[in-house]
C-alpha cells in the first residue's frame, strides 16, 4: 500500500498525485545536463536578438533594457515549461505545480520578514555607515537652525517621493530590483531546485551545486568588463573572479532559503535585498565601528539562520515530512512493491 512506503509516509495525501507513483526517475547526469541547458537558454536568449535574429540595434538604451527584459522573460517561460516536463509531477492542478516552484499565496510575510532580516545582518556594517551619514546630516541640519519641524518633515517626504519617482522610472532600477531577481530566482532556483531534487540530489548537495549554473550564467559579464578595464585581461579577469566568487556565496544562500522554505519570495527579497545594497561592509577608515557592527551581524546571521528558516514558519504543516513539496516521493519507483 502506498501509506506503508516508507518514502511516501508523512506526505500529504494530497500532495500524492498518481503521476508520482508509476515507475518514473530522472537521473543526476540528466538533471545536471538540464540544469546547464536552462543556464545556457538564459543566457542565449539574451543575445538571440543581434546574433541570431540580426536585429538593428535598438535606439536607445532604454530600449535596449526592454529588449532584454522581454528576452529575459521568454528564457523564463521557456524554462517553467522545459522543468515542467521534467519533474514527475504532470498534474493539471497548475496550483501544486505553482507550489513546486514555491509561487504561493499562504505564509506571505514570513517569507518577506524573515529572510529579509537575516539578510540585513550581513549588511550591518553597511547599514551602521548609512545611519552615521544620517545622523551627520541631521546635524548639520540642527546647526544650521532647523529642527524637528512639519516644514522639516514635509521637506524630508518630498525628497523621499522624489528619489521614489527618480528610481521608478529608471531603467536599471528596474532591472536590478525586478526583473533580474524575478527571472534569476525563477530559473536558477525554482526551476533548477526541484529538478536536482527529483534528480536524487541531496538538498545540502543541491545548495552547492545549483550556484555552480548561477555563476555560469554570469560568465558572459566577462567581455563588459574587459572592456571597461581598458582591455586588460588581468585586471578583468580578477573582477570577474570577485563577481562570481560572490555569485556562488549568494546562490548558495538562496538555494539555501528556497529549500528551507519552499516559498520563492524567501530568495526574491533577499536578490533584491542583497542588489541594492551591494557588497557588504567589512570594514570602513571612516570608523572602525563599523568592522564591530559587521562581526556582529555576522554572528547573529549564523545564531538565526536555521531557527529562522524552519519549514513550520512557512508551512501549514510537514506531516512528519522533512521535505516541504513531498519530493522525497518523487522517486517512488513502485509504491505497491514497497
Known amino acids: 500500500m502506498p501509506g506503508n512506503s516508507p518514502f511516501t509516509a508523512g506526505v500529504p495525501t494530497a500532495k500524492r498525485h498518481p503521476a508520482m507513483e508509476p515507475d518514473v526517475v530522472v537521473s543526476k547526469p540528466f538533471a545536471v545536463i538540464a540544469c546547464v541547458s536552462m543556464a545556457l537558454l538564459y543566457v542565449a536568449v539574451l543575445y538571440a536578438p543581434t546574433l541570431l535574429l540580426r536585429l538593428p540595434p535598438p535606439s536607445s538604451f532604454e530600449a535596449y533594457m526592454i529588449r532584454r527584459f522581454l528576452c529575459a522573460l521568454v528564457s523564463t517561460v521557456l524554462s517553467l515549461s522545459l522543468s515542467a516536463l521534467i519533474i514527475p509531477v504532470q498534474s493539471k492542478e497548475l496550483l501544486y505545480l505553482f507550489g513546486v516552484y514555491g509561487i504561493r499565496m499562504d505564509h506571505i510575510w514570513q517569507a518577506v520578514v524573515f ?50 519617482s527618480a528610481v521608478s522610472t529608471n531603467v536599471m532600477a528596474w532591472r536590478n530590483y525586478i526583473v533580474a531577481p524575478l527571472t534569476e530566482e525563477l530559473v536558477f532556483r525554482a526551476c533548477m531546485i526541484p529538478v536536482l531534487l527529483c534528480g536524487g540530489f541531496k538538498p545540502y548537495g543541491v545548495i552547492l551545486l545549483c550556484p555552480i549554473f548561477f555563476s555560469l550564467a554570469h560568465l558572459n559579464h566577462f567581455m563588459e568588463i574587459y572592456a571597461k578595464q581598458n582591455y586588460r585581461i588581468k585586471k578583468a579577469v580578477m573582477v570577474t573572479g570577485l563577481q562570481l566568487g560572490y555569485t556562488v556565496v549568494f546562490g548558495s544562500y538562496a538555494s539555501f532559503l528556497f529549500i528551507r522554505t519552499g516559498h520563492l519570495l524567501a530568495p526574491l527579497v533577499a536578490h533584491i535585498c542583497c542588489n541594492f545594497m551591494g557588497l557588504p561592509v567589512l570594514f570602513s577608515k571612516r570608523s572602525a565601528a563599523a568592522s564591530i557592527a559587521f562581526v556582529l551581524g555576522l554572528l547573529g546571521f549564523l545564531w538565526l539562520l536555521f531557527p529562522m528558516t524552519t519549514p513550520d514558519l512557512y508551512n501549514d504543516r510537514v506531516d512528519n515530512c522533512s521535505c516541504w513539496q513531498g519530493y522525497c516521493s518523487w522517486r517512488v519507483r513502485n509504491s505497491s512493491s514497497m
Open 115 to 164: 529572510p529579509l532580516t537575516l539578510t540585513s545582518l550581513m549588511y550591518a556594517g553597511s547599514l551602521f555607515l548609512k545611519f552615521l551619514l544620517l545622523l551627520g546630516s541631521w546635524r548639520e541640519h540642527t546647526n544650521s537652525g532647523g529642527g524637528l519641524s512639519f516644514d522639516s518633515c514635509k521637506y524630508a517626504t518630498q525628497k523621499f517621493v522624489a528619489w521614489f
